[in-house]
């Protein structure tokens, strides 16, 4: 996939890009394959000033025994919208985005189908960034609901 007039950075003898929010959909979830994110089946979907949007499917990658979807790929798909906010926010030629925190009250359940959640910024500070994240359903039942804490810290010790 090849998108003109988009920059490309290189950390670590990996290839990452330049993120903003108007980095097309593609490329970030192309940046996301070979990872946990990938894994899960995570797919950005949409993305604004402060906020982030991200599908994941109700499996057997996703679900605990008994077809239920787990909690812990609710924790994961919060800490991966809100990392993304976050990244979408800071110079990450400059600075890294660490989750340090992450918290969540599950208020319902899933068991097929995909889930959406959606991570909206609330306190952007020079070092630290706090999101809210909801998880819903396709018909729009809240499933999750979680508070992600970011630590934003300079590269290589600079």
């Given amino acids: ?22 980095t097309p959909l593609a490329i970030i979830n192309q940046f ?23 599908s994941m499917p109700v499996d057997q990658r996703t679900s605990r025994p008994g077809g239920y979807l787990h909690g812990g790929a609710n924790l994961a798909m919060a800490e991966t ?5 976050s990244m979408l926010m800071v110079d990450i030629q400059e600075f890294d985005v660490f989750g340090i925190q992450v918290s969540a009250n599950h208020t319902g359940s899933a068991t097929e189908g995909m889930v959406i959640a959606r991570a909206d910024i609330v306190h952007q500070g ?12 396709e018909a729009g039942k809240l499933i999750s609901t979680g508070r992600v804490t970011n630590m934003i810290v300079k590269r290589n010790g600079k």
């Fill in 1 to 22: 996939m090849h998108f003109p007039n988009f920059t490309l950075l290189i950390f670590n003898r990996m290839t990452f890009p330049k993120l903003t929010k108007d």
């Fill in 32 to 54: 996301a394959q070979n990872s946990l994110v990938d894994c899960l089946g995570i797919c950005f979907t949409a993305l604004g000033e402060g906020w982030v949007e991200a």
């Fill in 81 to 85: 919208v809100a990392g993304l906010g």
């Fill in 126 to 137: 020079s070092q630290t960034h706090v999101w809210n994240v909801e998880i819903k359903n």
